[in-house]
């Protein structure tokens, strides 16, 4: 027997026949990532149900020195939860740890399992009367292990972090199959090296998170959105020091879409609002969003003081503040509908990256221009997380041009980007992570001694490189 197939003996021991797939048919659905853009191959896809499954698997995998791609809910956006082409690793699908551990009102922590999906954990906490403030479009299908391994972002960051804010402790399984217990709910621990910090955001390459303790909030008596018109991102850069000078941690969300990400929209999905009704649009828009811990009167007080003072001094143009929850839903479609626009309009070049606030409105202008000039008639797809300066900057063929041939200049676009980015002391990748799209980017714009710091990290705790490899370094 060959060590493939005493390997994949082990795994069906440990496991049982129905939860080691290795049929095309079978692993299919765990080998082609979210944007459909790569397809890999993997010796099997494995399924355990347990921690104690999950160590046991990684076992097997040092032993055998069989490669691992941890991946939860496969909604990624760098490939970083997808196998390479070479057939040798397995995948190791978290979907089957799904349950919430425990719920703690008081100390407000809910523990959850890593395969727990996203929308699963929101609804559970609001039935405990709390808020987990974790929201990002994918919500339905991406798990809480993926989150914490990308340290995603999405919308309420301005108020409550990233997901490494919003963790406590967490559980992982390391190369070498040990189980860390770190489920500890506390909100100080001084105790030495933070090895929670070292697995969040790492891509799986160190270690498979498999239980996390994340952090609970009030929930708010009442959320109230609305939609401002403007000139250009400078305004918009000013409109968010006021609405912050205003409305303090009330402030919520601030989210910039460009005239030409709600015309997208408009084409793609007519049944939509459109809430501003001149046929020439504004330069800029953002979708603003307050939560009062008052009451929903409150709320609508303090943001139409707010529109208000910004309309008195020019800053904004035309605003719509929603009167219902329906019309609030509405408005934060508009946003969430921006991505999805773009894949039924065609392929773009797709850029997360995150900069000082303050260069936002600067880098806009000296890209937008410097994209222009090099390809002439491209459509730029600007929107993104404006108050904590995470912007999806997008790039589209000119009208006319084939995908296929616009994708040929995707090493170029990604460089006149990312060195603006770096020019203006910004980061290539906000929240989608590095995986294996933006690795050799990564290495162009860390510093030798960072990367030298990764490298040693990822050597000392797992000197096999079976975790992920490929990936991230």
């Known amino acids: 027997m060959s060590d493939q197939a005493d390997f994949l003996a082990a795994c069906r021991d440990l496991l049982g026949d129905s939860y080691v797939l290795t049929l095309d048919a079978d692993t299919a659905?765990?080998?082609?990532?979210?944007?459909?853009?790569?397809?890999?191959?993997?010796?099997?896809?494995?399924?355990?149900?347990?921690?104690?499954?999950?160590?046991?698997?990684?076992?097997?995998?040092?032993?055998?020195?069989?490669?691992?791609?941890?991946?939860?809910?496969?909604?990624?956006?760098?490939?970083?939860?997808?196998?390479?082409?070479?057939?040798?690793?397995?995948?190791?699908?978290?979907?089957?740890?799904?349950?919430?551990?425990?719920?703690?009102?008081?100390?407000?922590?809910?523990?959850?399992?890593?395969?727990?999906?996203?929308?699963?954990?929101?609804?559970?906490?609001?039935?405990?009367?709390?808020?987990?403030?974790?929201?990002?479009?994918?919500?339905?299908s991406c798990t809480i292990g993926g989150n914490l391994a990308t340290n995603a972002g999405g919308t309420a960051v301005l108020r409550y972090g990233n997901t490494r804010e919003l963790c406590l402790g967490l559980e992982v399984v390391t190369p070498q199959g040990e189980i860390w217990n770190g489920l500890r709910g506390l909100r100080k621990d001084n105790t030495g090296y933070d090895l929670r910090d070292l697995y969040i955001g790492a891509e799986g390459t160190l270690g498979v998170i498999t239980g996390a303790v994340m952090k609970l909030y009030p929930q708010p008596k009442a959320c109230i959105t609305a939609l401002a018109a403007m000139p250009s991102p400078s305004h918009a850069l000013r409109l968010l020091s006021l609405m912050q000078d205003h409305c303090g941690a009330s402030l919520t969300g601030f989210e910039l879409m460009s005239q030409y990400c709600l015309q997208l929209v408009a084409e793609q999905f007519p049944q939509l609002p459109r809430p501003f009704a001149e046929a020439h649009g504004h330069g800029q828009y953002v979708l603003l969003e307050l939560s009062s811990s008052q009451s929903e009167a409150h709320a609508v007080e303090l943001l139409e003081a707010s529109i208000g003072a910004a309309l008195e001094v020019e800053l904004i143009a035309?605003?719509?503040?929603?009167?219902?929850?329906?019309?609030?839903?509405?408005?934060?479609?508009?946003?969430?509908?921006?991505?999805?626009?773009?894949?039924?309009?065609?392929?773009?070049?797709?850029?997360?990256?995150?900069?000082?606030?303050?260069?936002?409105?600067?880098?806009?202008?000296?890209?937008?221009?410097?994209?222009?000039?090099?390809?002439?008639?491209?459509?730029?797809?600007?929107?993104?997380?404006?108050g904590d300066g995470n912007l999806h900057y997008n790039v589209a063929p000119p009208p006319g041009m084939t995908d296929t041939d616009f994708l040929s200049n995707q090493e170029a676009i990604n460089r006149i980007v990312h060195d603006q980015?770096?020019?203006?002391?910004?980061?290539?990748?906000?929240?989608?992570?590095?995986?294996?799209?933006?690795?050799?980017?990564?290495?162009?714009?860390?510093?030798?001694?960072?990367?030298?710091?990764?490298?040693?990290?990822?050597?000392?705790?797992?000197?096999?490189?079976?975790?992920?490899?490929?990936?991230?370094?």
């Open 29 to 140: 659905p765990f080998l082609t990532d979210w944007r459909d853009r790569f397809t890999g191959k993997a010796l099997a896809v494995l399924r355990p149900a347990t921690v104690e499954q999950v160590a046991g698997v990684l076992r097997a995998c040092a032993q055998w020195q069989i490669p691992v791609v941890p991946q939860g809910g496969n909604t990624g956006l760098v490939l970083g939860s997808i196998p390479d082409d070479a057939g040798t690793a397995i995948v190791l699908s978290l979907a089957r740890l799904n349950s919430i551990r425990a719920l703690d009102p008081v100390n407000r922590t809910i523990t959850v399992d890593a395969g727990c999906i996203l929308q699963t954990i929101q609804e559970a906490a609001s039935a405990a009367g709390c808020l987990f403030p974790l929201s990002l479009a994918a919500e339905g």
């Open 318 to 386: 035309d605003a719509v503040v929603a009167s219902s929850v329906a019309q609030s839903e509405g408005l934060w479609q508009l946003r969430e509908h921006i991505p999805l626009a773009q894949a039924q309009a065609g392929k773009n070049i797709k850029h997360d990256i995150s900069l000082p606030i303050s260069c936002i409105a600067d880098f806009i202008s000296v890209t937008d221009v410097a994209l222009e000039t090099a390809f002439p008639g491209c459509q730029l797809v600007c929107f993104g997380h404006l």
């Open 421 to 473: 980015v770096h020019g203006f002391g910004g980061s290539i990748s906000a929240e989608h992570g590095i995986g294996a799209l933006k690795k050799d980017d990564l290495a162009h714009y860390k510093s030798p001694l960072e990367l030298q710091l990764m490298r040693a990290v990822k050597q000392a705790l797992d000197p096999q490189n079976i975790m992920n490899p490929g990936k991230v370094l």
